[in-house]
């Protein structure tokens, strides 16, 4: 129950298309979906987040798209470049627990 | 970087020794966050702590150690150091300055177990 599960493993994309991965939780405490970037040998850094009352939030090209009757939740990179190839990291985490449960990681490929 | 300085960056060591690593922050932060990286399975918990000399136990916490004796300072311990610990260890933070929420990471920490 404690589990994110995160898809596709890998993706490649090319320039300019919409890079999509996606997250499932079963947890329904979960009050926090944060989504990490990470750069070969840098540690992950916070990205976008949401909230449940939302159901979709946009930051420039990140949009994290929020389905909480499914339990689900997705990013979405538009006009993807070769600069945003990195591993991608969903997580969650329940306010007041101090704690976050990341998925499994996305390594994305932008091809120019 | 929120101000998060692992040490060492790379460390190279034999099976059967002890281990420890150390992060350090400058911002008086009271959450702090020992995980491990690995390939197929993303960030796991190892160790939290919420404040000086207050530490618990994440979801792999078996074979590894944690102290805060000041509020800067959160070391790892790897009592007898095994190859199935060889990994990229990653200290976070919680700034509850940006609401409690956020968690910040430091560079990592490379550790192979030979």
């Known amino acids: 129950q404690q589990q994110v599960k995160q898809s596709p493993q890998s993706l490649i994309v090319q320039k300019g298309g919409i890079s999509i991965i996606n997250c499932a939780y079963e947890?329904?405490?979960?009050?926090?979906f944060p989504w990490y970037q990470q750069f070969p040998g840098k540690g992950p850094a916070l990205l976008i987040a949401?909230?449940?009352?939302?159901s979709e939030k946009k930051e420039g090209r990140f949009t994290i798209s929020f389905n909480k009757s499914a339990k689900q939740f997705s990013l979405h990179i538009m006009d993807s470049q070769p600069g945003d190839s990195a591993t991608y990291f969903c997580?969650?985490?329940?306010?007041?627990?101090?704690?976050?449960?990341f998925g499994t990681g996305t390594r994305l490929k932008v091809l120019a | 970087d929120a101000g998060i300085t692992q040490s060492p960056r790379h460390k190279v060591t034999e099976t059967g020794t002890p281990v420890t690593l150390r992060c350090h922050q400058t911002?008086?932060?009271?959450?702090m966050y020992w995980y491990r990286q690995d390939p197929g399975h993303g960030l796991r918990l190892i160790h939290y702590?919420?404040?000086?000399?207050?530490?618990d136990k994440g979801e792999v916490s078996d074979g590894y150690s944690v102290s805060r004796s000041k509020t800067e300072d959160f070391l790892l311990t790897l009592e007898s150091a095994t190859s199935s610990q060889t990994s990229v260890y990653f200290c976070?933070?919680?700034?509850?300055?940006?609401?409690?929420?956020?968690?910040?990471f430091g560079q990592g920490t490379r550790l192979t177990v030979v």
């Open positions: 911002e008086n932060h009271r959450y």
């Open positions: 947890n329904t405490a979960f009050d926090y």
């Open positions: 976070a933070i919680r700034d509850l300055a940006l609401g409690g929420t956020e968690a910040f």
């Open positions: 702590s919420y404040g000086v000399k207050d530490t």
């Open positions: 949401i909230r449940p009352d939302v």
């Open positions: 997580a969650a985490t329940t306010s007041g627990t101090y704690k976050y449960i």
